[in-house]
């Protein structure tokens, strides 16, 4: 198993330096999150891996990915969507009530290869019936 390409010098460059106990749950984040990346991006058919081994510009991206989602729950570890002071209240986040570490969709498709700035997407001919698009040669 190749280790996360992100470590907790990644994180610490996009916020502020660790403590003993935050840098054990970094550590920790960063590794599911790995984790999570490569099973989520085989699925898209893109084995990651492999990927950034040939690409130091897409190896610097997912580090970028892997650090900012663990900054999501770093930084609000709580959940917290909104609070009030008088007669307080506050509001759990429902990315967080949803398994805390995720990539927003945008983050994922800039790691597909030639996804560039537009994403992914198709196209239907508008000219095309449905029977033609199920018709075999």
Do not use: C, H
């Amino acid at each position: 198993m190749v280790p996360s390409p992100a470590t907790t010098a990644d994180v610490v460059a996009r916020w502020r330096p660790l403590s003993t106990q935050e840098t054990t749950n970094a550590e920790t984040f960063l590794d599911d999150a790995w984790v999570m990346l490569k099973r989520r991006m085989a699925v898209e058919g893109v084995y990651i891996e492999a990927e950034i081994a040939d690409d130091t510009d897409l190896s610097a991206d997912v580090v970028r990915v892997l650090a900012t989602a663990v900054l999501r729950i770093m930084k609000n570890p709580d959940g917290k969507s909104r609070e009030s002071i008088d007669d307080y209240s506050w509001s759990r986040d429902e990315a967080v009530s949803a398994g805390l570490l995720y990539f927003t969709d945008d983050e994922l498709d800039g790691l597909i290869p030639g996804s560039g700035e537009k994403g992914r997407g198709f196209m239907i001919d508008p000219l095309a019936t449905w029977a033609d698009q199920w018709t075999t040669p």
